[in-house]
């Protein structure tokens, strides 16, 4: 037991560490990677999800941006606005991020699915792949919200740090249109009781 413990903690250390070197390479997601992995626990919890489902979806948090790896820094640090051609190319990092890790053996499908697809919306107008409404996998469905509620609420070079009330309502409002929207009173719920 103890050392089925260790080899369980070893991979989450490493998975971290990979979300780490991210953050050193994209300076503006600096602290990302340990807020999302805290929110999408709280989200879990609130879900009642544990167990391998709560380990993949943690996997996914951790790797989630493991393909902007492959996108060129002109791209990734530009501090203005993107082309529609530099945006493209910033959209494949949720392909490139399920191909680097389709060769990992122990990596559970759901995992995968939080990489490439947590960036679809519930309408169907995300990417990479235009799923829509439940053909989104519900672990990618739920860390969109979580992904995009660290980013509303950090401040970046394009843009201030919005408030935990003025994210709050953003999400309220995009529920049904880019959110699931009982997962997305889900969320809100687990950020604060009360918020709901």
Do not use: C
Request: charged share 25%.
């Amino acid at each position: 037991v103890q050392y089925r413990e260790e080899i369980e903690a070893t991979r989450e250390a490493t998975f971290r560490a990979l979300g780490l070197a991210l953050e050193y390479r994209d300076l503006e997601t600096r602290g990302h990677t340990d807020r999302v992995v805290g929110l999408t626990r709280r989200f879990a919890n609130e879900l009642a999800i544990d167990g391998n489902l709560l380990q993949a979806l943690v996997w996914g948090a951790y790797l989630h941006d493991i393909g902007k790896v492959a996108v060129p820094d002109t791209i990734l640090l530009k501090p203005g606005k993107l082309t529609d051609e530099e945006f493209a190319v910033i959209r494949q990092h949720t392909i490139y991020g399920a191909e680097m890790t389709r060769g990992i053996p122990f990596l559970p499908t759901e995992t995968r699915q939080v990489i490439r697809n947590h960036h679809e919306r519930w309408d169907g107008r995300g990417y990479p792949d235009a799923l829509a409404g439940n053909e989104i996998p519900l672990l990618a469905r739920m860390f969109s919200l979580v992904d995009v509620y660290d980013a509303l609420t950090s401040e970046r070079p394009y843009k201030r740090a919005w408030s935990h009330d003025e994210a709050v309502q953003e999400i309220r409002s995009q529920a049904g249109k880019q959110f699931d929207a009982e997962l997305a009173r889900a969320f809100l719920s687990s950020l604060v009781p009360a918020v709901v």
